[in-house]
């Protein structure tokens, strides 16, 4: 081992020297050239200072016999080698092994593994910046960035497993991260939900078979048209989705803070969202809302026309000020306003621009007054006319059933919003951009794991997430990913 270290300074030195004869060399290069010569021998000085690194802390001083896990391990002098995969390339070396002096042939202890904060085989920073990537994009194109910077990447299995690992603690990490500082006095909730596509139970058995050898004499075209014909779709059925989706129900809570100037935020916007259901969405929701002032602080909650969710809040926030979106009701109006003026007309956006007026004035008897008036006055008969009582039947059912929450005059004194814009984009930047792509097929345990290391991400908190893992116990891979999960959308009724 002594004699290794200098020999590993000794590399170092070459690959420094490397470099220089690169910078220095006399002929005329273009810049891109030497550019990518030096990034890989960056890279190869990074692969032999961590050899140099690593074969430092094996060589450090440790006791014979120690205790680990509530165990005792003795060093018995064995040697295993390791490929750790690094941010600069894998790099292969041998480390001392623990062996339990009652049961020599069970499980060994690697103590360098343990003291250096190794992940199964990965530095943290490996795995820390591959599900960084892939939080943001697509697996596959995700792993060819990472390779593109890095010059290798872990393979797909060994991926999956960091994403079963790591996104286990992302949950535990959001519901007990430090508050945003200097928080606002009024507090903000917002709810919404958007649908991801989920692997079906016969998509997931097929992924599940193993490939049939090449057939002689035929092209991979001809293969490719030949499983298209033996999978052929058969015609979707009145009431059966679209796609095979689980909904993700994505919550939104900051605060505003009132100046003489006027209402100023949002401020420590934070977003939680899961794929199990409104109600688990709404226990989390209110664990945030409590450790940020709900109880002694003024709360608006604010959502669409969804049932479970206002269901809910009565339940988990009736504390609250409730006000539903304006951009939803608008569009009722505005279908209303269709049974008596043209699309498009300047009489319809007259007649809708004045009962927004009303409702921001308070006036919202005046506007319902307006809409069963339009009713009564709709023949019975007549080309068109069952449509358009339709049309007003549910402007009139939905109207009614959230008068209550048609509170737009009081928001718009204190300055307040009336709008769910902020949830609007929250599931549209968590969910739609990551989770809900063209071929996506999500496994069910899989998407909730990603969703949570999205928020994250969009939360702003990833460095301090790192942090927070590099401080608790090794993270560790399991052998193998964890099998995908299937889902069946319900049918609509």
Not at 96 to 111: F, H
Not at 137 to 166: C, H, K, N, Q
Not at 295 to 315: C, V
Request: net charge positive; aromatic share 8%; with cysteine.
């Amino acid at each position: 081992m002594a004699d290794s270290i200098p020999h590993l300074r000794r590399e170092v030195q070459t690959a420094v020297d490397a470099l220089l004869h690169a910078a220095e060399e006399p002929r005329s290069r273009r810049f891109f050239e030497f550019e990518s010569e030096l990034w890989t021998g960056l890279l190869a000085l990074g692969c032999a200072v961590v050899r140099l690194f690593l074969e430092c802390q094996v060589a450090r001083p440790r006791p014979v016999e120690y205790r680990a896990g509530g165990q005792r391990y003795r060093l018995t002098g064995e040697r295993q080698t390791l490929e750790l995969g690094t941010r600069f390339g894998k790099v292969s070396f041998a480390r001392p092994v623990g062996r339990r002096p009652e049961a020599p042939r069970a499980a060994c202890d690697v103590p360098v593994d343990r003291e250096l904060g190794l992940c199964s085989g990965f530095s943290l920073g490996v795995v820390q910046g591959l599900l960084r990537l892939y939080a943001q994009m697509a697996y596959g194109t995700a792993r060819s960035t990472f390779r593109d910077i890095y010059e290798w990447v872990p393979s797909p299995r060994a991926a999956l497993r960091m994403v079963d690992a790591v996104g286990t603690r992302a949950r535990p990490f959001l519901e007990q991260a430090a508050l945003p500082e200097d928080d606002g006095e009024i507090l903000v909730l917002q709810v919404d939900g958007r649908g991801a596509p989920m692997i079906g139970v016969s998509e997931l058995a097929r992924r599940c078979q193993p490939h049939l050898p090449r057939e002689e004499g035929t092209t991979a075209r001809q293969r490719r048209r030949q499983r298209r014909q033996s999978r052929t779709k058969p015609r979707r059925t009145k009431g059966e989705p679209s796609k095979n989706a689980k909904v993700a129900i994505v919550g939104v809570i900051y605060t505003l803070r009132q100046t003489s100037n006027g209402t100023e935020g949002p401020i420590g916007k934070r977003l939680v969202a899961t794929f199990q259901s409104h109600e688990a969405l709404f226990i989390w929701l209110h664990h945030e809302a409590v450790r940020r002032g709900y109880g002694q602080k003024r709360t608006i909650f604010m959502a669409d026309g969804s049932h479970h969710i206002w269901r809910l809040q009565a339940m988990y926030f009736p504390d609250a000020e409730v006000c539903l979106d304006w951009y939803h009701l608008l569009e009722y109006l505005w279908s209303a306003g269709e049974c008596r003026h043209p699309e498009g007309s300047a009489e319809l956006r007259a007649w809708v621009g004045h009962q927004a007026r009303l409702l921001k004035r308070g006036a919202t008897q005046a506007v319902l007054t307006e809409l069963l008036r339009m009713r009564a006055a709709i023949p019975k008969t007549g080309p068109g006319t069952k449509g358009k009582r339709k049309r007003l039947d549910d402007t009139i059912r939905f109207y009614r059933n959230h008068r209550s929450r048609l509170n737009y005059r009081a928001m718009r004194e204190d300055d307040l919003d009336i709008g769910t814009g902020a949830v609007e984009g929250a599931v549209r930047n968590l969910v739609g951009m990551r989770l809900d792509g063209p071929g996506m097929r999500w496994g069910r345990w899989r998407s909730e794991l990603i969703l949570h290391l999205r928020c994250i991400l969009l939360n702003g908190q990833w460095e301090e997430f790192v942090r927070y893992l590099a401080t608790r116990t090794n993270v560790r891979l399991a052998a193998h990913p964890e099998p995908a999960r299937s889902h069946a959308a319900k049918k609509v009724a």
